[in-house]
């Protein structure tokens, strides 16, 4: 783990040796649980310092109660999400848009883009999601008795909805989700390459709709006024990256995950085959012990937060993964209830940032989960190999081999 200084007015008893992206079970594992090993956070102080705990290896203050997290989160005065992530890693510090914004542009941006996403328009996308399920999964019965889930269904079954929805063809799918997961879960290397290399597909993409318009959400962004100006070529690409990247990874996760725990616990994956009307609530419950996401934010001024001394500048971490396994949150956080009413978690984030594109993950998670069950037979993780995870800003799971032979 990295030894980086500890800031001075950091006491030393609140530092402790925890990382998202070190930390035991967190490094690519093979059958690690990442999220299980969150857990321990919870047995210490409810806010410490981590020395390493962001891509580029910065120190974080790591908030573990839920409760506290949700202030954090809807403080946008005070903890801001102007952090340019992305644009860092290119040398640059332009935001993606609407995620790195504070109010009030943040709610122009959103209040634009909220319809694109809305339940309605899930609704009008969901045969086509369904329809791209059961394509892949009736291939892969096709093909024989066992599949490699993330690269034969995940993936291309979260990236073409993904795809569908900017209104780009699925010719490209095995190179996007490449770049993506150099981006996400690269070296040093690998990392401003993917970046670098996406910003020009975004604008490459955004001249070509100016030149020419089509009905896709791209022609939409270009075309967009926001008090009564179009937006400026940094704001189209900060748009842009944001949705392709969140695209790419973080639904497939889930799914990887989910479909990893249903190959261990053969009882549970016997209930949903049987009544599938149990998936969108089981699906809650699976939100809530895999989520993959960790969200960062700044101070914007000193701040003494729940006994912690944070102050301007530092980065404060809520990771998903640490508020749904909070004690005081949930009854046994560590137990995995299929059956669990009034599931508050937090996978989607909290307060004004809340993931616009919540509604579609969630719907894409129920049918692949409805079709992958209606058409596989009872599966598990096949003899002889290991999924491999890892942590990170968002988690992952590759090499999840299922066989139902």
């Known amino acids: 783990m990295a030894t980086n200084p500890v800031p001075d007015h950091v006491p030393p008893e609140m530092v402790r040796d925890f990382s998202l992206f070190t930390s035991p079970g967190m490094p690519p594992t093979p059958n690690g649980d990442p999220h299980a090993a969150v857990a321990c956070v919870h ?10 705990n962001t891509q580029d290896g910065r120190g974080t203050w790591v908030i573990t109660r839920a409760a506290d997290q949700r202030r954090v989160l809807q403080d946008a005065e005070t903890f801001s999400s102007h952090r340019s992530i992305f644009s860092s890693i290119l040398g640059e510090n332009w935001p993606t848009i609407p995620l790195e914004l504070d109010p009030p542009a943040h709610g122009v941006f959103r209040s634009l883009l909220s319809p694109l996403l809305s339940p309605k328009r899930v609704r009008v996308l969901e045969p086509a999601v369904r329809e791209q399920a059961i394509m892949l999964i009736d291939r892969i019965v096709a093909s024989g008795t066992s599949c490699d889930a993330m690269k034969d269904f995940a993936f291309p079954f979260a990236v073409s909805t993904f795809l569908r ?4 063809p699925d010719d490209r799918l095995d190179t996007f989700v490449g770049w993506g997961k150099d981006l996400l879960h690269g070296d040093d290397k690998e990392r401003p390459v993917a970046a670098r290399t996406i910003v020009a597909f975004i604008d490459e ?39 392709f990247v969140a695209g790419l990874d973080a639904v497939a ?12 616990n053969l009882k549970d994956q016997q209930l949903l085959r049987s ?14 012990v895999y989520p993959p996401i960790q969200l960062i934010r700044v101070a914007t001024k000193d701040i003494d937060f729940e006994g912690a001394p944070i102050r301007k500048g530092d980065y404060v971490s809520c990771a998903t993964m640490i508020a749904n396994r909070d004690p005081a949150e949930f009854e ?7 059956e669990r009413e009034d599931n508050r978690h937090a996978a989607f984030g909290y307060g004004p940032h809340r993931c616009l594109g919540s509604h579609l993950a969630r719907r894409e998670i129920v049918i692949g989960l409805e079709e992958w069950l209606a058409r596989i037979p009872a599966f598990r993780i096949k003899q002889g190999t290991a999924p491999i995870t890892s942590g990170g800003h968002v988690f992952g799971i590759e090499n999840l081999i299922l066989d139902w032979s």
Request: with cysteine; hydrophobic share 45%.
């Open 43 to 52: 047995d210490g102080h409810p806010i410490f310092y981590s020395r390493y």
């Open 165 to 168: 929805f900017l209104g780009l």
């Open 205 to 243: 993409l955004a001249a070509m709709r100016r030149q020419e318009a089509v009905d896709d959400f791209m022609t939409f962004i270009v075309q967009a006024q926001v008090e009564g100006r179009r937006l400026t070529d940094t704001q189209v690409r900060g748009i842009g990256v944001l949705v």
């Open 253 to 264: 996760a889930a799914i990887g995950f989910d479909l990893a725990y249903l190959a261990r």
């Open 275 to 288: 009544e599938p009307d149990r998936i969108p609530l089981a699906t809650e419950e699976l939100l809530r």
């Open 332 to 338: 046994c956080p560590n137990t995995i209830d299929l």
